[in-house]
């Protein structure tokens, strides 16, 4: 689960993390009554006004509607001008970036709408650097990764100029040691007071993400004040969502709006779906069997649309469910259905797998390998049901159909 910049700037400032001060605002008139509290606070006549989307790249991103403007402005009007200015800007800002789409090089062309707005004190800064701490599956720890190219893409920094990306290995039995987080401050080049916050900057951090069941903390720019101060800039949370139960907090700040719609369904029903960019639907029991399903259709040529796993355990309504997921993906060409049943039950996958086209329809082939558990029963209900489906013998033989049929 990912949340929005300002509420894991809400998590981090809790656990006595230095993030700057800030007002989020859903409306027009909620962001100019934030700006006189937000300056007086502050004594900082600058404001920054931050589109929140679940999407990284705000700052060079651009609004379809309004392509000279960005996810992020700095409003420098108060400077001279007062508050009064400022608030005038910044109601300006408001009613263009609000309901607005915003597209980012993470977001892809279609874009995402901003429904709430940041606004955050200006603050002096000296350096911008990148930090992250990130759940290494690879190795069962989590890492920290920093470089002294913040407010750039890590993925741009690895491209480009891997030498200059640090990395820590977190022992999960002691946490981030003292001499391992003055490692990375030193890399970064921090000296004086910089080093010393830096330091501990890096150790609260390390210990939020763990205690937050956190697989990914991303503080990105990290900026270094004139005065030696360590700030978070800005930040991006994702969370472990089979840990969630364990952060009613956390799953408070779920933002339904900015998942993908079949995700969401998805997870109401208790299914794991994630979609892809290919044209071949799959419906699988089990992640294995899922995984090899779709390295197999790759292998035969064609492109897997998602990942959808409906479990041992599943109902007929739940298959259902899977299958409308499925063919609501407009890019879906046609569906592979695959289930080796050992606690699920092969006749059950059909049964769920015929009412859900006799509701919805079918206008893609569909090609169905059932082994395992009933299957003989299942086949029936499916060659019984009129339905102008194709069996597959084998995976890879599903999987060569499938292919050949949305050639």
């Given at each position: 689960?990912?949340?929005?910049?300002?509420?894991?700037?809400?998590?981090?400032?809790?656990?006595?993390?230095?993030?700057?001060?800030?007002?989020?605002?859903?409306?027009?008139d909620?962001?100019v009554?934030a700006v006189?509290?937000?300056?007086?606070?502050?004594?900082?006549?600058?404001?920054?006004?931050?589109?929140?989307i679940?999407?990284?790249g705000?700052?060079?991103?651009?609004?379809?509607?309004?392509?000279?403007?960005?996810?992020?402005?700095?409003?420098?009007?108060?400077?001279?001008?007062?508050?009064?200015?400022?608030?005038?800007?910044?109601?300006?800002?408001?009613?263009?970036?609000?309901?607005?789409?915003?597209?980012?090089?993470?977001?892809?062309?279609?874009?995402?709408?901003?429904?709430?707005?940041y606004?955050?004190?200006?603050?002096?800064?000296?350096?911008e650097?990148?930090?992250?701490?990130?759940?290494?599956?690879?190795?069962?720890?989590?890492?920290?990764?920093?470089?002294?190219?913040?407010?750039?893409?890590?993925?741009?920094?690895?491209?480009?100029?891997?030498?200059?990306?640090?990395?820590?290995?977190?022992?999960?039995?002691?946490?981030?040691?003292?001499?391992?987080?003055?490692?990375?401050?030193?890399?970064?080049?921090?000296?004086?007071?910089?080093?010393?916050?830096?330091?501990?900057?890096?150790?609260?951090?390390?210990?939020?993400?763990?205690?937050?069941?956190a697989?990914?903390?991303?503080?990105?720019?990290?900026?270094?004040?004139?005065?030696?101060?360590?700030?978070?800039?800005?930040?991006?949370?994702?969370?472990?969502?089979?840990?969630?139960?364990?952060?009613?907090?956390?799953?408070?700040?779920?933002?339904?709006?900015?998942?993908?719609?079949?995700?969401?369904?998805?997870?109401?029903?208790?299914?794991?779906?994630?979609?892809?960019?290919?044209?071949?639907?799959?419906?699988?029991?089990?992640?294995?069997?899922?995984?090899?399903?779709?390295?197999?259709?790759?292998?035969?040529?064609?492109?897997?649309?998602?990942?959808?796993?409906?479990?041992?355990?599943?109902?007929?309504?739940?298959?259902?469910?899977?299958?409308?997921?499925?063919?609501?993906?407009?890019?879906?060409?046609?569906?592979?259905?695959?289930?080796?049943?050992?606690?699920?039950?092969?006749?059950?996958?059909?049964?769920?797998?015929?009412?859900?086209?006799?509701?919805?329809?079918?206008?893609?082939?569909?090609?169905?390998?059932?082994?395992?558990?009933?299957v003989?029963?299942?086949?029936?209900?499916?060659?019984?049901?009129?339905?102008?489906?194709?069996?597959?013998?084998?995976?890879?033989?599903?999987?060569?159909?499938?292919?050949?049929?949305?050639?």
């Open positions: 689960m990912k949340i929005h910049e300002y509420q894991a700037k809400e998590l981090l400032r809790a656990r006595g993390i230095p993030v700057p001060l800030g007002h989020v605002a859903t409306t027009v909620e962001a009554a006189r509290p937000l300056v007086e606070e502050s004594g900082n006549p600058v404001v920054v006004v931050k589109s929140q679940h999407a990284g705000r700052g060079k991103g651009r609004f379809v509607e309004h392509p000279d403007l960005g996810g992020v402005t700095v409003v420098t009007e108060g400077i001279e001008g007062g508050i009064e200015a400022t608030e005038a800007r910044v109601r300006e800002l408001a009613e263009a970036k609000l309901g607005s789409t915003l597209v980012t090089v993470q977001t892809g062309a279609d874009g995402k709408q901003v429904n709430r707005l606004l955050e004190q200006g603050i002096d800064i000296d350096r650097l990148y930090l992250s701490v990130v759940l290494d599956r690879s190795r069962s720890r989590n890492t920290v990764m920093a470089s002294t190219e913040g407010g750039t893409e890590i993925e741009e920094v690895a491209a480009h100029t891997p030498e200059k990306i640090v990395r820590q290995s977190i022992d999960p039995a002691f946490g981030l040691l003292p001499f391992e987080a003055t490692r990375v401050a030193d890399a970064l080049g921090l000296t004086g007071d910089a080093h010393r916050n830096g330091v501990t900057f890096l150790r609260t951090l390390a210990s939020a993400t763990v205690d937050l069941d697989d990914l903390v991303e503080v990105n720019p990290l900026v270094v004040t004139s005065v030696g101060k360590v700030m978070a800039l800005d930040a991006k949370m994702s969370f472990e969502g089979n840990a969630l139960y364990r952060h009613p907090d956390v799953e408070a700040m779920r933002d339904e709006s900015e998942e993908d719609p079949a995700e969401l369904l998805a997870s109401e029903h208790g299914l794991s779906f994630i979609k892809l960019d290919g044209s071949i639907g799959c419906m699988v029991n089990g992640a294995g069997l899922a995984m090899a399903t779709m390295d197999i259709i790759k292998y035969v040529g064609g492109e897997p649309a998602n990942f959808l796993d409906v479990g041992g355990g599943a109902d007929k309504d739940q298959v259902a469910a899977a299958f409308k997921i499925i063919t609501r993906d407009a890019n879906v060409k046609g569906i592979f259905v695959n289930i080796f049943g050992g606690i699920m039950r092969c006749d059950t996958i059909a049964t769920g797998v015929v009412e859900a086209v006799k509701e919805v329809g079918l206008e893609v082939p569909l090609v169905v390998r059932l082994e395992g558990t009933n003989e029963l299942g086949k029936r209900i499916i060659d019984e049901s009129g339905l102008n489906v194709v069996s597959a013998s084998d995976m890879k033989d599903g999987a060569e159909k499938i292919v050949e049929l949305t050639a």
